[in-house]
């Protein structure tokens, strides 16, 4: 029997999937032992035209999608919390999955996501909601066991740091940086979420529920973005050997109090984070046993989240222990 999907949107992210479960299904059948077959898929227009196949519903009514019979998983790529929030919550009523890229959303709601999986025996996934192709919720879930993790810094948005790269390799104004990432498809039309820090502080917030069972007060986080860095400050910077990145970072004291906030620093090149160019993201967790571990991957665009997508799916169907992604998008190593 095959496992019935429905994707909640198909922008960006909604439609890599698509295509992804569709060039991968001779690997996905492999790993799964059958078929995955899309059912359904929601969208804002119906009249536009969709390389969709023809035997999927496409539609604007959601509750089109939860009255499909044998739905065995919701992927949600919907932007915002609401109606994303909404939607997730009444297929994991139902005892369906949900698996979700929306990092807003999931830094808002997501503990209520997880109650309401475990209240009704399913799962809540959010891999893809942090760090595009890196595995770090699942990296971070395994570490649980037994370290403990006492802070956790990265470059968590591919899409500033593709600019920052850019301006810095090329010797571009931010105007120029920004047009250019949304030419190839790493920034949105409105690209506010990216450049302001936005993006990034929703997924240091998720992350920090993961670790730590609580997220600081969202006013008493400093957040600041890029948009206000010119060329001179990265040449400045150039020129004492350190380069510009926005780093999110969190971390607990002895006391249990969490420490917060999304910068722009200034790195030389022996912080593992000076290295991370280009659309990759960049994660160091410091931990009590393992040291610091370092993860490295592609973070901005449709198929590195895609990939996530996929291993949330194929992990939640399959019964066999953790494996490397089917896509290997990302590097892991021990920082010694």
């Known amino acids: ?7 909640l949107g198909f922008g960006t992210v909604g439609e890599s999937v698509y295509r992804t479960i569709a060039s991968h299904q001779d690997g996905l059948r492999n790993i799964l032992g059958t078929d995955i077959v899309v059912k359904g898929v929601l969208v804002k227009d119906a009249r536009k035209s ?23 998983a919701a992927i949600e790529a919907i932007v915002g919390v609401e109606p994303a929030f909404t939607y997730g919550k009444q297929f994991l009523n139902a005892g369906i999955p949900v698996i979700t890229a929306n990092k807003e959303m999931a830094a808002h709601k997501g ?34 066991h037994a370290n403990r993790i006492s802070k956790i810094e990265g470059i968590l948005n591919g899409t500033s740091n593709f600019i920052l790269s850019t301006m810095r390799e090329e010797g571009i104004s931010f105007a120029e940086a920004l047009e250019r990432a949304q030419r190839n ?8 979420n990216d450049i302001l820090g936005k993006d990034s502080f929703y997924k240091l917030m ?23 860095l010119v060329l001179n400050d990265l040449e400045e910077a150039g020129a004492g050997g350190k380069r510009i990145k926005l780093v999110a970072s969190i971390g607990k004291d002895e006391n249990g109090n969490l420490t917060a906030a999304v910068e722009p620093h200034s790195l030389d090149e022996n912080h593992p984070l000076y290295h991370v160019e280009g659309v990759d993201n960049g994660i160091v967790v410091h931990t009590d046993l393992l040291g610091r571990l370092f993860l490295q991957g592609p973070g901005a665009g449709g198929p590195p989240t895609a990939s996530a997508i996929l291993e949330d799916l194929t992990q939640h169907f399959r019964s066999k222990p953790y494996q490397k992604p ?4 990302s590097k892991v190593r021990a920082i010694r």
């Open 1 to 7: 029997m095959p496992i019935n999907v429905v994707l």
């Open 50 to 72: 969709r390389n969709i196949a023809s035997d999927v519903l496409v539609t604007t009514d959601f509750k089109k999608l939860l009255e499909l019979p044998n739905i065995h």
């Open 111 to 144: 503990g209520k996501l997880r109650k309401e999986a475990e209240a009704n025996g399913t799962e809540f996934h959010f891999e893809a909601a942090v760090a595009g192709g890196i595995p770090i919720i699942a990296v971070l879930k395994q570490l649980l």
């Open 185 to 192: 498809g790493y920034a949105e039309a409105d690209p506010s």
């Open 206 to 228: 998720i992350l920090s529920e993961l670790v730590f069972g609580k997220q600081p007060e969202w006013d008493e986080v400093d957040c600041t973005g890029i948009n206000e």
């Open 326 to 329: 089917f896509v290997e998008t």
